[in-house]
């Protein structure tokens, strides 16, 4: 695996944190926990052994135990990053960026809503997208499903991984599943992802 520097550490992390749209502010920052830096909106989880990382990023927020959502490493299947490429060309998704532009504003950050008022009059106004939250961007791909070992997930976590996987130059991550069918990512020695799949009525 190659060496990072702060900085590289630094965004990758900041790739899996929750934003301000999922209201789990505690979630917005990476957090120290049990030897390691985690970063996750609790949908998907970044975790790198504390060695790798010079940042204080101690905390005494209450946050989720992430130890406790990893499973043990025991893999079952390996994922490489040619199949993640191969999947993101089939769906159209331009891999090199985790952003894409919002389709519902096009971008603006606005859309027009209309109102009905108990007259049935109707008003209109431009306000801020619901979408993307105003920002005119949506993480890439999370509109998108795809099935890794018979699980279905959503594209945009495959596309954190694999920046994950191309920005340490790993080809192949372990698979391992847990009881709660979330699904470890062994990356190298230290560095793992773990993700939750869609629930079963999602499929
Ligand atoms: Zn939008």
Known sequence: ?????????????????????????????????????CATNAYIILRVAKRFISEDFSTDKHLPDVASVTPEHNPISAITIDTLRG??????????????????????????????????????????????????????????????????????????????????GVDKAEITRGKREQILFHIAEGVDVVVMPCSNSNK
Do not use: S
């Not at 695996?1 to 979630?27: G, I, N, S």
């Open 1 to 37: 695996m190659k060496e990072l520097t702060q900085a590289e550490w630094h965004r990758l992390l900041t790739l899996f944190v929750a934003d301000a749209e999922d209201m789990r502010p505690a979630l917005m920052k990476p957090f120290e926990q049990d030897g390691y830096v």
């Open 87 to 168: 999947e993101f060309v089939r769906q159209k998704i331009d891999y090199d960026t985790t952003t894409a532009d919002c389709p519902d504003c096009d971008d603006e950050g606005e859309v027009e809503w209309e109102y009905t008022d108990t007259d049935g009059d109707k008003h209109k106004m431009w306000a801020e997208c619901p979408c993307c939250g105003g920002t005119g961007i949506i993480p890439n791909g999370i509109n998108k499903k795809c099935q890794v070992i018979g699980e279905t997930i959503i594209v945009h976590y495959m596309l954190l991984l694999y920046h994950v996987m191309f920005a340490l």
